[in-house]
């Protein structure tokens, strides 16, 4: 079966950190499939508060929508573990960005994840270019 890879880059522009909740632990009593992906969201909106946008709606008038997601599990990770988030920005385009996760406890790797993000005018409900401002601050 071919598994997905999510080639990870050298160098990271944003990391934080989350102590993991017992809601965060499934039935095999490790961290769920379901909370990486709340993880990675709340890194990602950590992040956009870093760069000076109160939340991923308020970016020069304009807001984000997730296009598309792809997680890779490498380990595990327990209630109480403090798990690192590391974030990065690639492929960036006209409308769109990568942003590349990789979530780790101590040493360990615990997953790596990859979100497609589009720019989007919820108002029209279409897909809206990058404004050049905030452009200047994801080519980093």
């Keep these: 079966m071919a598994r997905i890879r999510i080639p990870l880059p050298d160098t990271f ?9 017992i809601s965060d632990i499934n039935y095999g009593g490790h961290l769920g499939n379901d909370s990486v992906l709340s993880l990675i969201h ?9 760069l000076g946008y109160a939340d991923e709606l308020s970016i020069h008038g304009l807001g984000t929508i997730q ?4 997680i890779a599990y490498k380990g595990e990770a327990f209630h109480g573990d403090e798990i690192l988030i590391a974030l990065a ?9 990568d942003i590349l996760y990789r979530l ?7 997953a790596r994840a990859k979100t ?6 919820y108002d029209t409900k279409s897909v809206a270019n990058i404004p050049e ?5 994801i080519q980093i």
Aim: net charge positive.
């Design 42 to 50: 709340e890194a990602r909106f950590r992040f956009f508060n870093h």
């Design 89 to 97: 920005v690639r492929e960036i385009g006209r409308k769109s960005f």
């Design 116 to 121: 497609g993000i589009a720019m989007f005018d």
């Design 13 to 21: 522009h944003f990391e934080t950190s989350i102590v993991l909740r």
């Design 104 to 110: 780790s406890r101590g040493e360990q790797e615990i």
């Design 67 to 70: 296009a598309d997601v792809a």
């Design 133 to 137: 401002a905030f452009l200047k601050k």
